[in-house]
């Protein structure tokens, strides 16, 4: 092999590296991490309202016409958000620190987006449920969509 | 060649001879069930709470009736792929009931080999002789699938399945974990949990030789394919009554409302169509866990 060989083979090798190492740093780990946050509290506030559906639906809280449908809104408001700045490619389970995303959500974002879909269409559903059974029988449907996504697109606690 | 030299060599013989011995395959010559008329309804509980279709079933198909097979195990030692296990000569079509019976309580195929233990018949070797026969005529009335075998991708030393044989004088057939005098409901939550659902198998954790370290039981244990923690559900480790357990065998939401994901979402699938009282006496065996 003669050097020139030799060194244009280093210096592609090199630039495969540089351009592999720029790839991953196009989104600073800060803004990863700041995404997982935010999909925790957009959770949160997901796991907060269906407390509250839950609590009617058992009889520990007693039913209240206009819990049940602010809790429902609020729901399918936070199922609609645009997934494109809260999903940030990269911020998967094993990568970002806290993360549990796997990385399917990316490879089969079709997929995914349908369950946000499913959990809107169930919350929107269960506005004017009028008793207790009607809320339990609303939270069935939710309870599936947060199941099958959970099940397809999230990785065991870190 | 010199005495000495001679009597090793000759307990070198003996200690291989033993060892060939001891790692055979062995299945037990036996009558299963002789006199007993099948219950398919029993058969189809015991398929359920034993969850055969969440590695049987071919993955992604909304049929769990189908035993394609095809499921990746991931593990230290390899990836191991579930069989096809439906009624179709590719699967157990032409297995008899000891060959079937075999196969879950002692890891032996009817072709005389040992199975991977990733296959979980250390816990399957505590199901009883009747169950086991109504689980077989149940399984026999579901269809057929002629998917083909897929070999398992595990490397040297543990693509010698005599190595199994080792293992199996190691961790098969020991006694129930729990022991001592149990109430009824306790002796159904003890089988359900150790026999059945194979719960073990994900939440205690593993040595070295991928045996389950029972004196660390149900405490919790890393994923075996890498990412994240598979919870310790022991009262010290989960901390739920026994009305939230039974929610999550059922409804799948935790006591926060948070949902159950992952691989253990089609056990909670399996989990919600047994009895209620299958579910509560798997919730009594977990809270009656040794603490701490």
């Not at chain 1, 590296?17 to 946050?37: G, N, P, R, W, Y």
């Not at chain 2, 297995?95 to 990733?118: D, I, K, M, T």
């Not at chain 2, 897929?150 to 098969?172: E, T």
Request: charged content about 15%; hydrophobic content about 40%; some cysteine.
């Amino acid at each position: 092999m003669t050097l020139f060989t030799k060194t244009a083979i280093t210096a592609v090798l090199s630039a495969g590296i540089i351009a592999t190492a720029a790839f991953a740093e196009s989104h600073s780990d800060k803004a990863l991490e700041d995404a997982v946050k935010a999909r925790h509290a957009q959770m949160q506030m997901i796991s907060y309202h269906m407390g509250i559906l839950g609590g009617i639906a058992k009889g520990e809280t007693p039913y209240d016409s206009a819990m049940v449908d602010a809790a429902a809104q609020n729901m399918a408001a936070l199922a609609g958000m645009a997934p494109a700045s809260m999903w940030l490619e990269g911020s998967e389970q094993g990568f970002t620190e806290g993360s549990r995303a796997k990385t399917e959500i990316w490879s089969d974002a079709a997929g995914f987006e349908a369950q946000f879909e499913k959990l809107g269409a169930g919350a929107l559903a269960m506005v004017g449920a009028a008793d207790a059974a009607a809320v339990g029988a609303g939270m069935g449907a939710m309870g599936a969509a947060c199941k099958a996504c959970h099940e397809a697109y999230r990785g065991p606690k870190n | 060649m010199k005495r000495g030299i001679k009597i090793l060599l000759a307990c070198a013989v003996v200690a291989a001879g033993g060892a060939w011995v001891l790692t055979a395959p062995a299945p037990e010559p036996v009558l299963v069930a002789q006199g007993h008329t099948a219950d398919p309804a029993n058969g189809e509980l015991i398929f359920t709470a034993a969850g055969c279709a969440s590695c049987h079933a071919a993955p992604n198909s909304q049929d769990k009736t189908i035993l394609a097979g095809g499921y990746a195990i991931e593990s230290p030692f390899g990836t191991f792929y579930a069989p096809n296990i439906s009624s179709g000569p590719e699967g157990i079509g032409g297995w008899s009931l000891p060959e079937f019976y075999n196969a879950l309580r002692n890891g032996v195929s009817p072709y005389g080999q040992h199975y991977y233990p990733a296959f979980p018949y250390t816990a399957y070797s505590g199901m009883t002789e009747l169950d086991i026969a109504d689980l077989y005529a149940y399984m026999r009335s579901l269809p057929g699938d002629s998917t083909p075998l897929r070999a398992h991708d595990v490397g040297f030393p543990f693509n010698i399945r005599r190595g199994i044989g080792a293992w199996k004088l190691l961790y098969l057939k020991q006694d129930a974990v729990v022991s001592g005098e149990l109430n009824a409901e306790m002796q159904r939550g003890r089988y359900l949990v150790e026999n059945m659902s194979h719960c073990g198998e994900c939440h205690t954790p593993r040595d070295a030789l991928g045996g389950l370290d029972r004196d660390q039981w149900l405490k919790g244990a890393p994923n075996p394919s890498g990412k994240g923690q598979i919870p310790d559900i022991t009262p010290a480790g989960l901390g739920w009554s026994e009305s939230e357990l039974v929610e999550y065998f059922t409804s799948g939401f935790t006591p926060d409302y948070d949902s159950v994901g992952g691989s253990m979402a089609a056990v909670v699938d399996n989990l919600a169509k047994l009895p209620a009282s299958d579910r509560e006496a798997i919730a009594a065996y977990l809270l009656a866990l040794p603490a701490g």
